[in-house]
């Protein structure tokens, strides 16, 4: 069965950088597609960043700021999030799907594992 641990996230100041990761066990990530999303209370899920076969997509808000890696001998995927704002605030969560298409990568309900959501906190 496949799973998904996160680790990372917290508080820090605007300007700041946090790292997140995101290891999944019961499969190797060879074949998935990989992705961090972000939900703030009221509204739905949204793309941070998605990376699968030779493409790598970012969210508006996050791109130019924000770096989806993965390491196939550790079986995690990480998130590098620099240049942090309070509006980067909310809960993040790793998503893994196996079989994604260039069509469906970047949506969330494509995924069918999610880890378990860790929380991330800007101040201005």
């Known amino acids: 069965q496949v799973q998904l641990v996160e680790s990372g996230g917290g508080s820090v100041q605007a300007g700041g950088s946090l790292r997140l990761s995101c290891a999944l066990s019961?499969?190797?990530?060879?074949?998935?597609?990989l992705g961090w999303f972000r939900q703030s209370p009221g509204n739905e899920r949204e793309e941070v960043a998605v990376?699968?076969?030779?493409?790598?997509f970012y969210g508006d808000s996050f791109k130019d700021r924000f770096t989806i890696t993965r390491d196939h001998e550790k079986s995690a995927h990480y998130l590098q999030m620099n240049n942090l704002k309070p509006e980067d605030s909310g809960m993040y969560y790793c998503?893994?799907?196996?079989?994604?298409?260039?069509?469906?990568?970047?949506?969330?309900?494509?995924?069918?594992?999610w880890g378990q959501g860790t929380q991330v906190t800007v101040s201005s």
């Open positions: 019961g499969d190797t990530i060879v074949r998935y597609c």
């Open positions: 990376t699968g076969g030779f493409s790598t």
């Open positions: 998503a893994a799907h196996r079989g994604c298409t260039l069509e469906n990568m970047r949506l969330w309900k494509t995924y069918d594992y």
